[in-house]
């Protein structure tokens, strides 16, 4: 395994993402970009919201800019998923968003994604060797869990 070929690509998004951080922070302070304060955050003032900017165009760049890799029609469908979901996460952070709202958009993505043909097969296991997982007739149901699950993680 040529470690070169995921090494470099992980230090670009890397690099960016300090970048971006440091840029939307500053811009965020200057223009009074920041969301907004309401019972269902917990800061005591109001933080910019920028971060998942910064994480999801670092992540975008870093694909679209790497020549050794291949985007097939499944890795179309992340980077789009991805960028909405920054979409709905920017608009959730600047107004308040209901929860099924945000839940529609969450499955509409998770359609999109079932649509490009994205599918996890199989995970690796800590202890040496694969987990496969044929799920076959459920995996669009599976693959909402798991997609909402991340979503909600990252939100709480």
Same mark, same amino acid.
């Given at each position: 395994?040529?470690?070169?070929?995921?090494?470099?690509?992980?230090?670009?998004?890397?690099?960016?993402?300090?970048?971006?951080?440091?840029?939307?922070?500053?811009?965020?302070?200057?223009?009074?970009?920041?969301?907004?304060?309401?019972?269902?955050?917990?800061? !005591?003032?109001? /933080?910019?919201?920028?971060?998942?900017?910064? @994480?999801i165009?670092? #992540?975008?760049?870093? &694909?679209?800019? *790497?020549?050794?890799?291949v985007?097939?029609?499944?890795?179309?469908?992340?980077?789009?998923?991805?960028?909405?979901?920054?979409?709905?996460?920017?608009?959730?952070?600047?107004?308040?968003?209901?929860?099924?709202?945000?839940?529609?958009?969450?499955?509409?993505?998770?359609? !999109?994604?079932? /649509?490009?043909?994205?599918?996890?097969?199989? @995970?690796?296991?800590? #202890?040496?060797?694969? &987990?496969?997982? *044929?799920?076959?007739?459920?995996?669009?149901?599976?693959?909402?869990?798991?997609?909402?699950?991340?979503?909600?993680?990252?939100?709480s």
């Amino acid at each position: 395994m040529d470690i070169q070929l995921y090494l470099t690509p992980f230090l670009k998004a890397f690099v960016i993402t300090i970048v971006l951080s440091i840029v939307l922070t500053w811009c965020s302070k200057k223009i009074a970009c920041r969301g907004r304060e309401d019972s269902r955050h917990i800061h !005591l003032k109001k /933080i910019s919201r920028l971060g998942g900017v910064a @994480i999801i165009v670092a #992540f975008l760049i870093s &694909i679209l800019t *790497d020549a050794n890799l291949v985007i097939s029609q499944p890795l179309w469908g992340i980077m789009i998923a991805s960028f909405f979901i920054l979409l709905v996460g920017l608009w959730d952070d600047f107004s308040e968003l209901d929860w099924k709202y945000q839940f529609f958009y969450q499955v509409a993505i998770v359609i !999109l994604i079932f /649509i490009t043909g994205t599918q996890v097969e199989y @995970i690796t296991n800590p #202890f040496g060797g694969y &987990i496969f997982l *044929d799920l076959g007739q459920y995996l669009l149901p599976s693959l909402l869990f798991v997609i909402v699950w991340v979503v909600l993680m990252m939100n709480s």
